[in-house]
């Protein structure tokens, strides 16, 4: 986060006379206008970013807010690909000159289907079960995204571009990564949860009451393989989404302890799977029985 004497300057002029930005000046760009750390450029701080960088790109000195509007709308139209109103790290790697091998790790990212992807990823890479990704877990996950865009780093370039992200990315600058973190780097398209409004936990107050309908489509969103059970990465899945649904501190702990609890309450033949009967008595166990066929 920059400074309040930072916010008072330009600062995108420091990068005036740079042909192009290296990883370290990227993130720092990225850190200075996503204010409010939620991994977007968006309303005011767009506004701050497109103005100054208007005037370090040969613009007038004095923009009034219609020309920064018309600008805006311009850069927009072309940059906002998701048409979401907002900037994000992927799109602005499409606006500002950088280290073309550093740029693709984001352009060959798109956001991930859902938190089922994102579980399966997560497991891939923190190899050592610690539940957090390391400096060098997080390097080989750069490594295989580079090498999916056929591209080739020299080892302290690699180095360099893991400095960079865990700069950015590890927000308590303990030198790793843990799932919320990781998570800024790998977003999902859409919890699919968020679309029921309540509290969707057994025993909450507030409870969301599911009907058949609306239960069916949660349960067939996380069973991807499609074999009548959510398990291994579609149940880690579900559970990040349930937590972040209800608006509780995603961590590996906390996922382990839902799980746990939740096998208890409903895992009927033991197996740490959840079928359509046993994922009902965690959402709607109101659901009449007759309801099932």
């Known amino acids: 986060m920059a400074t309040q004497a930072e916010r008072g300057t ?25 204010m409010d750390g939620n991994g ?46 907002k900037i994000s790290l992927t799109e602005l790697s499409n606006i500002l000159p950088t280290d073309e091998n550093f740029l693709l790790l984001f352009r060959a990212q798109q956001p ?44 302290k370039e690699l180095d360099d571009y893991t400095k960079a992200i865990l700069e950015h990315f590890d927000s308590n600058k303990d030198g790793k990564l843990e799932i919320k973190e990781m998570a800024r780097l790998l977003p999902v398209q859409e919890n699919f949860l968020m679309r029921f409004e309540g509290s969707l936990k057994p025993g909450k107050a507030g409870k969301t009451i599911l009907t058949k309908k609306d239960f069916d489509r949660v349960f067939d969103h996380y ?8 398990e291994g990465a579609e149940l880690a899945g579900f559970l990040k989404d349930l937590m972040e649904h209800e608006e509780e501190e995603i961590t590996e702990s906390g996922l382990d302890d839902l799980k746990d609890n939740l096998l208890k309450l409903c895992d009927m033949d033991g197996d740490g799977q959840l079928d359509k009967s046993e994922l009902k008595m965690v959402l709607c166990p109101a659901l009449d029985e007759s ?3």
């Open 291 to 293: 309801q099932d066929s």
């Open 112 to 155: 991930l289907r859902s938190s089922v992807e994102f579980m399966e990823a997560w497991r891939k890479y923190d190899t050592d079960r610690s539940g957090f990704i390391e400096s060098l877990e997080l390097k080989h996950f750069l490594l295989d995204l580079l090498t999916q865009q056929k591209t080739h780093v020299e080892d």
């Open 40 to 85: 977007y450029i968006e309303d005011g701080e767009l506004d701050a970013f497109f103005r100054e960088l208007i005037q370090t790109s040969g613009g007038p000195e004095t923009i009034s807010d219609a020309m920064l509007t018309e600008m805006k709308k311009c850069f927009m139209e072309a940059y906002d690909m998701n048409e979401d109103g």
């Open 10 to 34: 330009n600062f995108m002029a420091k990068f005036r006379n740079l042909k192009k930005l290296t990883a370290h000046d990227f993130m720092t760009v990225w850190d200075h206008y996503d």
């Open 223 to 230: 069973d991807k393989d499609k074999n009548g059970k959510i």
